[in-house]
């Protein structure tokens, strides 16, 4: 399996992984100023944008098919799902990412003994369910989940919607395989074997990554610092887009 991926500008490389049902697109307000400071390589996730899909549905494959296309060293961008894969090519292959930098993510997205701060189980079992019977819908109501609570939800959602529109829709296999991911993934045990430096960025109002999970993840990792930004929801790539870029800039320099 071969990802679709780009490098462009100068610098310490960086590599950008997005999440569920998105594409590269979500990256665009930043790219501009990144690739002045930064080698920058984009991936697309199996079954998104311009990456095909061959049945692959396990976290491991997905890690593997990123590290192929990626930097032998860099530090590593991870949004939502992107996050875990970041957090999990860090695992297997630590000598590759300089840095971990996860923006609105987890080691777990569902809840599970000990860890409230995460979306009920029940809720991805039922959106795996709606995304056989109507994928257009669930997208939308995914979507929908993002912005929620955030300053300036509307807006926010025209963005999400145009980062979509960029690039080839997502085929609905890569999506329930990625639900599957969201769902089965726990790496909340494995976190204390990270020996580079971790950053993580919340948003303040963030429905689906609760900034409260903070403090709980800094239980597990003391090294890691964290931020959260005032206001924002799931999105802050497209929210707050100067104080992410200024965040990036900072944890990847």
């Known amino acids: 399996m071969s990802l679709w991926h780009e490098a462009?500008?100068?610098?310490?490389?960086?590599?950008?992984?997005?999440?569920?049902?998105?594409?590269?697109?979500v990256w665009h307000l930043l790219l501009p100023a990144l690739r002045e400071r930064f080698r920058v390589t984009v991936i697309e996730l199996p079954g998104h944008g311009e990456s095909a899909f061959g049945g692959e549905g396990d976290l491991d494959t997905w890690v593997q098919a990123c590290l192929a296309v990626a930097?032998?060293?860099?530090?590593?961008?991870?949004?939502?799902?992107?996050?875990?894969?970041?957090?999990?090519?860090?695992?297997?292959?630590?000598?590759?990412?300089?840095?971990?930098?996860?923006?609105c993510s987890t080691p777990s997205f569902v809840q599970r003994d000990g860890w409230s701060t995460a979306m009920p189980a029940d809720v991805f079992a039922q959106f795996a369910r709606n995304l056989v019977a109507d994928p257009g819908a669930t997208l939308k109501r995914f979507l929908g989940l993002q912005v929620r609570g955030a300053q300036d939800a509307r807006t926010v959602l025209r963005a999400l919607n145009d980062a979509l529109a960029q690039r080839p829709a997502a085929d609905i296999e890569a999506l329930k395989a990625g639900l599957s991911i969201l769902l089965d993934t726990d790496l909340r045990a494995q976190l204390p074997q990270l020996s580079m430096?971790?950053?993580?960025?919340?948003?303040?109002?963030?429905?689906?990554?609760?900034?409260?999970?903070?403090?709980?993840?800094?239980?597990?990792?003391?090294?890691?610092?964290?931020?959260?930004?005032?206001?924002?929801?799931?999105?802050?790539?497209?929210?707050?887009?100067?104080?992410?870029?200024?965040?990036?800039?900072?944890?990847?320099?």
């Open 8 to 25: 462009a500008g100068h610098g310490p490389d960086m590599v950008l992984v997005h999440g569920w049902g998105m594409n590269v697109g």
């Open 197 to 253: 430096p971790v950053h993580w960025l919340f948003g303040e109002r963030d429905t689906l990554i609760p900034a409260s999970v903070a403090p709980v993840l800094e239980a597990l990792l003391p090294s890691m610092d964290s931020e959260v930004l005032e206001g924002a929801g799931h999105a802050p790539l497209l929210s707050h887009p100067q104080q992410s870029l200024q965040w990036l800039e900072q944890c990847c320099g």
């Open 71 to 103: 930097p032998r060293q860099a530090a590593w961008v991870g949004w939502s799902l992107g996050g875990l894969i970041a957090q999990h090519a860090a695992l297997r292959a630590p000598e590759r990412v300089r840095a971990l930098c996860m923006v």
